[in-house]
């Protein structure tokens, strides 16, 4: 068929066509091999700590904190955030429960958000553990430059002249553990080469759907492999922007937060390495996160995750190679890092298997070995999946949809090669808070989104596969062609959103779709029960999008609240007040910050929030007494 539509010029298409998946095949094969090198190396290490006892994180030193909560470090978190509703008072309720020293820990949340109701939602907790004693405070700046990286940077200057020695980090949709400080933070202290300590992420929901199945059979062998490897042979692994804690003299010291790229936390982590600090993996430690079920999230995600890097390569190779690591380590990260793992990766995904495949289908002089179509994909697929509990069961699923994501991400590392306009674009993942399954929080509306690049993919996969078994050539791969088909054309139709026809799991009654439900929820890591997912604040959104807190509290504090003398009306003049701008870096003009008097209505909009301290001691852990929620009607 091809050569009527090449005619004469079918020799030179055949000869481009070879030169290609030849191209190609070295470079499946170059990220396979690194793939399994990691794994082989995973099986190495695991072997020696078996044999030996003694796990990679333990061949770092472990300084017991002073008996004597006071003379405990100065702690700060940090818990940037951009309209995320459904979330924020879960973030600020898990941080002011961590276990440490009340008077050597400032809680400082860096609330962007444009959305009034994220911003009473924020304004009411906050004033609500302030009263409890709680060392706290909002700032809000009346720009968004730089982003989240941005508002870290502004929120760090800050904390660093206020003497603050290590600072962690939480996204708005994770919660941490009332013991991570306790359990992170004597590594730093032991280690003062140490510049950041990384703990390993786990979801909550990563049986919402086959989408959120997919991201979870990806992010395990990143946690559980990737990190844990290079950690464990100080290679380099980057900060994952959240549920790790910084040492403060190594942010300022490798030149602070940066808004250059799309990955900032990658950007900072890759010039702390530059500078000789090391960095620590803590498999045994986890933090509880939500996996974005909305399709239209989860590519604005993969497209800044994707992005970035390639971004992050481009402008700091200079850098790479003017270092004093050895040239063993800059080709490391020249090649393997950023080459085969964030860029190359991206082009055998769709370019390959999805381009240049079906094409040989239809070029019988092109013929491409069984074992590059096969045997290797399949080995690196169960290996992969084999980090994640019955994950082979889904290993056909992550293929497939790894390969539909193609489009997105292969775009995303042209736009940032090409340094385009969107190369610069930084869109906040929605995250839509039902991951422990309250009532009311998941907002179950399939978007109507069309995606014309995965349709086209789509069709062509789908008619190459069909004529293939037409003419009883490639009997298999024309069927798995068919079934890739399949897949992208459900992408294009956002049949993978949530509350879309595949947005749910098929093999099991996990979601709802409209109809209210028992369900018991306990899911339980490695290493004991998780509790996070019964101490979060209940934030109930009904059809009308009305936001009702729900807050549960102990018995001490119901008597605070009643006891409390409700606040007169007052002018914002008697109960705000403006701070004078001291410094033109931190208090400029994207930034105000804003002192809140006890009595002023929680629900104030207030520009910024500046609060610190009060009589009333919080009991710690009063979240923490329950390990399973059962018998929720969701």
Not at 120 to 143: A, F, P
Not at 553 to 572: D, G, K, M, V
Request: aromatic fraction near 10%; proline fraction near 5%.
């Amino acid at each position: 068929m091809l050569e009527h539509i090449f005619k004469g010029y079918y020799p030179v298409y055949v000869a481009v066509l070879n030169i290609l998946v030849h191209v190609a095949i070295a470079l499946s094969v170059l990220v396979s091999l690194d793939r399994l090198v990691c794994i082989l190396k995973y099986a190495f290490i695991r072997l020696k700590a078996f044999v030996t006892g003694k796990m990679p994180q333990q061949c770092w030193n472990f300084q017991p904190l002073p008996q004597d909560s006071h003379e405990y470090p100065m702690v700060a978190i940090q818990l940037p955030m951009f309209n995320e509703r459904a979330v924020c008072q879960a973030i600020i309720d898990c941080c002011c429960e961590m276990n440490w020293e009340q008077s050597k820990l400032h809680i400082q949340v860096l609330d962007d958000s444009t959305d009034s109701k994220t911003r009473e939602l924020v304004d009411e907790r906050v004033l609500t553990w302030k009263e409890r004693g709680v060392s706290i405070s909002c700032l809000r700046r009346t720009n968004r430059q730089g982003y989240k990286a941005g508002a870290m940077k502004e929120g760090m200057e800050i904390l660093s002249r206020q003497g603050y020695r290590y600072v962690a980090v939480f996204d708005a949709d994770f919660k941490p553990e009332p013991d991570f400080l306790m359990r992170t933070i004597p590594h730093l202290h032991a280690n003062p080469n140490v510049g950041y300590v990384q703990t390993r992420w786990v979801f909550t929901n990563p049986d919402e759907s086959y989408l959120t199945k997919a991201q979870e059979l990806s992010l395990n062998y990143h946690m559980k492999c990737e990190q844990y490897v290079h950690s464990a042979t100080g290679s380099f692994f980057n900060f994952n922007g959240t549920a790790g804690i910084w040492r403060v003299h190594c942010i300022e010291d490798a030149g602070g937060w940066n808004s250059r790229t799309t990955v900032e936390d990658m950007d900072l982590s890759l010039r702390a390495y530059l500078k000789g600090w090391k960095a620590i993996f803590l498999d045994d430690v986890t933090c509880l996160n939500e996996l974005p079920a909305s399709f239209f999230a989860f590519r604005k995600q993969q497209h800044r995750w994707t992005c970035g890097p390639a971004q992050l390569w481009l402008k700091a190779h200079k850098d790479i190679w003017s270092s004093d690591l050895s040239i063993f380590r800059k080709l490391e990260l020249t090649i393997m890092y950023f080459g085969a793992r964030k860029c190359a990766t991206h082009f055998v995904a769709l370019g390959f298997f999805c381009t240049l495949v079906p094409l040989s289908i239809l070029t019988p002089e092109v013929t491409i070995p069984t074992w590059v179509l096969v045997h290797l994909p399949i080995l690196v697929t169960l290996t992969t999946a084999a980090f994640t509990p019955k994950g082979w069961a889904y290993s056909i699923l992550y293929v497939l949809f790894e390969n539909a994501m193609g489009m997105v991400k292969l775009w995303a590392v042209i736009t940032a090669l090409l340094d385009l306009k969107r190369a610069q674009e930084w869109v906040v993942t929605t995250k839509l808070g039902s991951s422990d399954k309250r009532p009311g929080t998941t907002m179950m509306i399939p978007s109507c989104r069309i995606y014309g690049g995965e349709l086209l993919f789509g069709i062509m996969l789908m008619s190459v596969g069909t004529l293939g078994l037409m003419q009883m050539a490639h009997w298999g791969l024309s069927s798995y062609m068919v079934v890739q088909g399949f897949v992208f054309m459900a992408f294009g139709f956002n049949m993978v959103d949530v509350g879309g026809i595949l947005g749910g799991r098929m093999d099991r009654e996990v979601i709802s779709f409209g109809q209210q439900k028992a369900v018991t929820y306990a899911r339980a890591g490695e290493h004991g029960v998780m509790q996070r997912q019964t101490t979060v604040p209940v934030i109930r959104l009904n059809r009308r999008d009305t936001i009702e807190p729900v807050e549960s509290c102990p018995p001490e504090f119901a008597l605070l609240e009643q006891s409390r003398p409700s606040s007169p009306s007052h002018s914002s003049a008697s109960s705000v007040e403006t701070l004078p701008s001291t410094s033109s870096t931190v208090l400029s003009e994207s930034m105000s910050v804003i002192q809140i008097d006890a009595n002023s209505s929680p629900t104030s909009k207030l520009s910024s929030l500046s609060l610190q301290g009060s009589s009333a001691v919080p009991r710690k852990g009063f979240r923490n007494t329950e390990t399973q929620l059962t018998d929720i009607m969701v």
